[in-house]
C-alpha cells in the first residue's frame, strides 16, 4: 500500500482536534461550528438509516457517505445564497446544508423518481450518477453567469473516479479559458468502486492536475471541516470576483462499500483501513468542541437524540407518501416514448389492472 | 403480534441468499434495526437490521439454508402497541389496494408483512407466483420475429432472465409448430463468432445495418428454409430487340424509356398466368399452397443502398409501355429512396436482370415467400445452329430459380419454355398475350 501523501495539505485542525493554523479560526464563529457538528452528525444518522432501510427491503439502494461527513457539510456551508451547486450522489450533507429535505432523498434513493425534483430557489441541481457529466454543466452555468454579468460561483462536487473522465478535462480545459467563476471539488475518497485512487491516476495529487488547465488547485484534508470550509470558501468568493475557476482535493475516505450492492471486503483489507478508523471527522470536530466549547455528554446526547428524532421523521414521511404511479418510471426521458418502452407501459399498466381485479 | 422479517432484494436485482449466520436466538429480545441476521448473496456479505422491536419467537432456517427472496428470515413477536403503529403507518397510502403483493409487479417486494392474512388473500408467496417473464425488449423481439410464445419459453439467465439463446433453443424443440421462417443465421450461432479476422492484416468494421441488413436477413432465411433448384436456358432475342429498337422512339415521345425487360415481364406475366404454381406460395404453418389471382412483378433493382425490388402490380394487365412507365417510375423512386414501403411488398414473382451489369449466368435466390425468380444475363450475339446452319443470333441465358418443394423440374421447364416462345417470337406476344 502506498504511503498517504500530504504534499500540500491544507489542515487547520489535527485528527486530535488540536489547532495547527490558527489563522483560519479567525473567520468561523462558534454558532457556524455547531452548525457544521450538527449536520455532520444528521447526516451520518440520515445515513446509517438508510442504510438500515435498505437492508429491510425498505429503501432501493444507497451509496453511504460515511466517513465523508466532514467534505459533504464544509463545502455545503460554504456556498454563498446566490451560488449553484452540481452535486453528483454521495453529497447529501452538502444538499442538506442547501436546505434539500431530506425525506426528498430518501424517496429518491426508494426508487421514487419524484425525489430527484429541484427543490425551488435551492439552486441544486439534481443528484448525477453519471460519473463527471456534471463536471461541464456546472462549467456552463458559470459561463451563463460570466455572460449575464452575475457576480455568483458556482461548485460541482464528484469522486476521484471523476478526474478519468473525458469530461472532467473538458470541464476544468474550458473553465481555464474561459475564465469562469467555477469551483470542482473533488472528493478523494480514495475509491472508485473497487478501484483504488493509486490505479486512477499516476498523478502525486489530484489537485496537482490543476496545474495544466492553468487553474488555481488546493489540498484540503477533507476530514477536517474547518478547513474544508475555509478553503472552498475562499476559492469560491476569488472566483465569484475574479472569474478564476478551481480544482480542489478534498482528501477523504470511504468508510463503507460502494453502495448497498457492493461488497468492499473483496477489495479492501482492514489494513487498508485502519489509518482512516482514527481520522473520523465527527469525532475530531468533537474533540474540539469539547476542548475548547465546552461541548460535553449530555450535550452531544441531547444532540443525537433530537437528530434521531427528526430522521425517524424523514422515514415517516417517506414510507408514508402515496407510491408514485408505476407508469412514472417511463416519464421525464422521451418526449414521445419509443415502441418497445410503450409497449413495455402497456404491459405493466395491464398487470398492475390485473393484480387490483 | 407476529411479524415476519422476509429476505429483502438487499442488491439490486439478487433471487436468493444464503444464510452465513443468525445473530440472535429464540427468546433474544431485539431492538429495530439491530443486527440479527448474516446472509451472503452472490454479490456481498450483508447483516440485515430488523424492522421490528420484539422478542424473536422463530429462525425458521440454519446457517448454510439457501433462501428466496420473500422467504421469511424471523420470526418476531413485537409488542401489540408498536404492531398498530406499524399497520398504521402502512395503510395509510391512498393509492395502496388490499395487499397482494405476489402480484404487483409494479411494487417493490414487501419484506415486512404480516402473518395474520385472511386465508381469502392471495397465495404465500412460496407457491410459484404467476409473474411475467422476463426478457430484454431484444429478446421479446426476437421471439415475436421466430413465432415463439415468450411467456411459454423457460428462462436460463439470473433469476430466469430469458435469453437470446433460450429463444432459439424454443424454436427447435418445437417441431410440431414450426415457428414463421426460423432464419439461419437465429437458429444457429453466428459462424464467426470468435473469428480473428485481425490475425491476417488489418481491417475497418462497418455495422450491417439498413437495405443491407435486410438483404442479409431475407436471403439468409430464403436459402434455409428453401431447397433451390436452377434451370438455365436460353432465348433468341434478335427480333426482340428490332421491335425494341422501332418502337423506342414511340415510347420516348411519351417519356418512357423503352427495354428488353418489360418485354420480359410480360412473357413472364403470360408464362405465370398459364402456370400459377409458379405463382404461388407456400404457407409452411398450414401446409397449403395459396394460389395467387394477381400477378405483381418484383423488379431487382439496384441501389447504392443495396438492393431493392419495387413491385409492378398487374403485369398481366397492362400494356407494355405502361409496364415500362411503372418500371421507370419505381427504379427511379427506389434509387433516390422515396419509394414506399409499399411498393416493395406483394410481389408474387420477381426478375433480376443481372444482364443490365453482364454475367453470362447465375442462380438467384427466391425472394420468400415466392417460389421462383427469373433471372435475365448478358444478351450477345453467338454463333447458333439455325436450319443446319450456323447463323449469328443474340442469345439472352435465363435462369429460374425455383423452390422444389412446390415445382419440379418439369413445371419450371414449361413455364421457361412458354416465356423463350414469347420473348422468341414478338408477334406471339400480340396473338397470345392478354
Redesign the interface.
Known amino acids: 500500500m502506498k504511503e498517504e501523501s500530504n504534499k500540500d495539505l491544507i489542515q487547520v485542525m489535527d485528527p486530535d482536534g488540536r489547532i495547527v493554523d490558527k489563522s483560519a479560526l479567525k473567520a468561523i464563529k462558534e454558532s457556524d461550528m455547531l452548525e457544521m457538528y450538527r449536520l455532520m452528525n444528521f447526516t451520518r444518522l440520515w445515513n446509517s438509516?438508510a442504510l438500515?432501510l435498505?437492508?429491510?427491503?425498505?429503501m432501493?439502494?444507497l451509496a453511504s457517505v460515511r466517513g465523508q461527513e466532514a467534505s459533504n457539510v464544509g463545502m455545503g456551508l460554504a456556498l454563498g445564497p446566490e451560488d449553484w451547486f452540481c452535486p453528483s450522489f454521495r453529497e447529501y450533507g452538502a444538499m442538506f446544508a442547501r436546505g434539500i429535505r431530506p425525506e426528498e432523498l430518501y424517496r429518491y434513493w426508494?426508487?421514487d423518481e419524484r425525489g430527484a425534483r429541484p427543490l425551488e430557489g435551492s439552486r441544486v441541481m439534481p443528484v448525477c450518477i453519471t460519473v463527471g457529466s456534471h463536471l461541464l454543466h456546472a462549467a456552463g452555468i458559470a459561463w451563463g453567469a460570466k455572460i449575464r454579468g452575475e457576480r455568483i460561483a458556482v461548485m460541482s462536487s464528484s469522486g476521484d473516479g471523476s478526474t478519468s473522465q473525458g469530461d472532467f478535462h473538458e470541464a476544468l480545459n474550458f473553465a481555464g479559458v474561459f475564465k469562469l467563476p467555477v469551483v470542482f471539488a473533488i472528493q478523494n475518497n480514495h475509491w472508485a468502486i473497487s478501484v483504488p485512487v493509486e490505479k486512477q491516476t499516476a498523478s502525486e495529487t489530484l489537485a496537482e492536475k490543476a496545474c495544466a488547465y492553468g487553474i488555481r488547485g488546493a489540498r484540503v484534508d477533507g476530514n477536517d471541516i474547518i478547513a474544508v470550509y475555509s478553503t472552498v470558501k475562499k476559492l469560491l468568493d476569488v472566483a465569484r470576483s475574479d472569474y478564476r475557476p478551481a480544482l480542489v482535493e478534498l482528501v477523504t475516505y470511504r468508510m463503507d462499500?460502494h453502495?448497498?450492492?457492493?461488497?468492499a471486503?473483496?477489495y479492501r483489507t482492514k489494513e487498508m483501513l485502519a489509518p482512516w478508523q482514527g481520522k473520523d471527522p465527527i469525532d475530531r470536530l468533537r474533540k474540539y468542541l469539547s476542548a475548547e466549547h465546552g461541548w460535553d455528554d449530555q450535550k452531544e446526547k441531547g444532540l443525537i437524540e433530537e437528530l434521531t428524532a427528526e430522521v425517524e421523521q424523514c422515514v415517516?414521511e417517506y414510507?408514508?407518501?402515496?407510491?408514485p404511479?408505476?407508469e412514472q418510471i417511463f416519464e421525464h426521458t422521451y418526449a414521445e416514448l419509443p415502441w418497445?418502452l410503450r409497449?413495455?407501459r402497456e404491459?405493466?399498466l395491464q398487470?398492475?389492472g390485473?393484480?387490483?381485479k | 403480534m407476529r411479524e415476519v422479517f422476509r429476505l429483502p432484494d438487499v442488491g439490486e436485482g439478487i433471487a436468493q441468499a444464503e444464510i452465513v449466520e443468525y445473530l440472535v436466538n429464540v427468546g433474544d429480545s431485539v431492538k429495530a434495526d439491530q443486527n440479527v441476521v448474516r446472509i451472503e448473496t452472490d454479490k456481498a456479505v450483508v447483516e440485515l437490521p430488523s424492522p421490528f422491536a420484539g422478542t424473536v419467537a422463530e429462525i425458521p432456517h440454519e446457517p448454510g439454508d439457501t433462501v428466496n427472496v420473500g422467504d421469511a428470515l424471523l420470526v418476531i413477536e413485537t409488542e401489540a402497541k408498536a404492531a398498530e403503529e406499524k399497520t398504521e403507518q402502512r395503510e395509510k397510502p391512498a393509492t395502496e389496494k388490499p395487499e397482494k403483493p405476489e402480484k404487483r409487479p409494479a411494487e417493490r417486494p414487501r419484506a415486512v408483512e404480516k402473518t395474520e392474512k385472511p386465508t381469502a388473500e392471495a397465495p404465500p408467496a412460496e407457491t410459484a407466483p404467476a409473474e411475467r417473464v422476463m426478457a430484454t425488449p431484444h429478446t421479446r423481439r426476437l421471439a415475436r420475429e421466430l413465432g415463439v410464445d415468450i411467456n411459454i419459453v423457460k428462462g436460463s439467465g439470473p433469476h430466469g432472465r430469458i435469453t437470446d439463446e433460450d429463444v432459439r433453443q424454443a424454436v427447435s424443440r418445437v417441431p410440431s409448430a414450426p415457428p414463421k421462417a426460423p432464419t439461419a443465421a437465429a437458429v444457429q450461432a453466428p459462424a464467426t463468432a470468435g473469428f480473428d479476422f485481425e490475425k491476417y492484416g488489418p481491417t475497418r468494421r462497418v455495422p450491417l445495418k439498413g437495405v443491407r441488413k435486410r438483404i442479409a436477413e431475407v436471403m439468409a432465411r430464403s436459402v434455409s428454409t428453401i431447397p433451390h433448384v436452377a434451370h438455365f436456358d436460353e432465348a433468341d432475342v434478335t427480333e426482340l430487340l428490332q421491335v425494341v429498337a422501332r418502337e423506342r422512339s414511340l415510347a420516348e415521345s411519351r417519356g418512357i424509356k423503352l427495354t428488353i425487360l418489360s418485354f420480359l415481364a410480360k412473357a413472364a406475366a403470360a408464362g405465370l398466368k398459364k402456370h400459377p404454381m409458379v405463382n404461388s406460395s407456400l404457407d409452411e404453418e398450414t401446409g397449403e399452397l395459396v394460389f395467387k389471382d394477381y400477378i405483381n412483378i418484383g423488379i431487382a433493382t439496384d441501389t447504392e443502398a443495396g438492393l431493392m425490388v419495387p413491385v409492378v402490380r398487374d403485369v398481366d394487365r397492362k400494356s407494355i409501355l405502361e409496364i415500362a412507365a411503372d418500371l421507370q417510375e419505381l427504379s427511379k423512386k427506389a434509387r433516390d429512396r422515396t419509394i414506399d414501403l409499399e411498393d416493395l411488398r406483394g410481389g408474387t414473382f420477381t426478375i433480376t436482370n443481372v444482364g443490365a451489369i453482364g454475367g453470362t449466368w447465375a442462380t438467384p435466390i427466391i425472394l420468400h415467400p415466392q417460389v421462383a425468380i427469373l433471372a435475365s444475363m448478358r444478351a450477345t450475339k453467338r454463333p447458333v445452329v439455325r436450319d443446319d446452319h450456323v447463323v449469328v443470333r443474340t442469345m439472352m441465358p435465363l435462369t429460374l430459380s425455383f423452390d422444389h418443394r412446390v415445382l419440379d423440374g418439369a413445371d419450371s421447364g414449361r413455364f421457361i419454355n412458354h416465356v423463350k416462345e414469347l420473348l422468341e417470337d414478338p408477334l406471339r406476344m400480340l396473338v397470345d398475350v392478354a
Open positions: 438509516k438500515s435498505q437492508r429491510q427491503g425498505r432501493g439502494t426508494g426508487g462499500d453502495t448497498t450492492a457492493d461488497d471486503s473483496r415517516k414510507e408514508g407518501a402515496p407510491h404511479p408505476p418497445h409497449e413495455e404491459e405493466l398487470q398492475v390485473d393484480a387490483e
